[in-house]
Nanobody, 113 residues
Framework: QVQLLESGGGLVQAGGSLRLSCVAS????????LAWYRQVPGKQREMVAT???????NYANSVKGRFTVSRDNAKNTVYLQMNSLKPEDTGVYFC???????WGQGTQVTVSS
């Protein structure tokens, strides 16, 4: 079955960087459309970035110019490079596979001021 395993979260000071990774298994990764979402307690999960199988990319306005989504089909992995992090970027970041409507378990990102 499909599995998504995120990693790379942690605690970072404002202005710092983190790179999240999401490794997929049990799927034909090359044809998958993927996304990163984030959620904070009490709020709805929000889209951060999407990347289609042919690498059309979309970002939330709040992260444009700071975050970069990419994929490596040879490694079945999608990445989220996060630069110039702000405290409001704090949350649990989830990897999402559109083809299978499947979520990863999430990785916590905390940005201190």
């Amino acid at each position: 079955q499909v599995q998504l395993l995120e990693s790379g979260g942690g605690l970072v000071q404002a202005g710092g960087s983190l790179r999240l990774s999401c490794v997929a298994s049990g799927t034909n990764f090359r044809i998958n459309h993927l996304a990163w979402y984030r959620q904070v307690p009490g709020k709805q999960r929000e889209m951060v970035a999407t990347i289609t199988s042919d690498e059309n990319i979309n970002y939330a306005n709040s992260v444009k110019g700071r975050f970069t989504v990419s994929r490596d089909n040879a490694k079945n992995t999608v990445y989220l490079q996060m630069n110039s992090l702000k405290p409001e970027d704090t949350g649990v970041y989830f990897c999402y596979n559109w083809n299978h409507n499947f979520w990863g378990q999430g990785t916590q990102v905390t940005v201190s001021s």
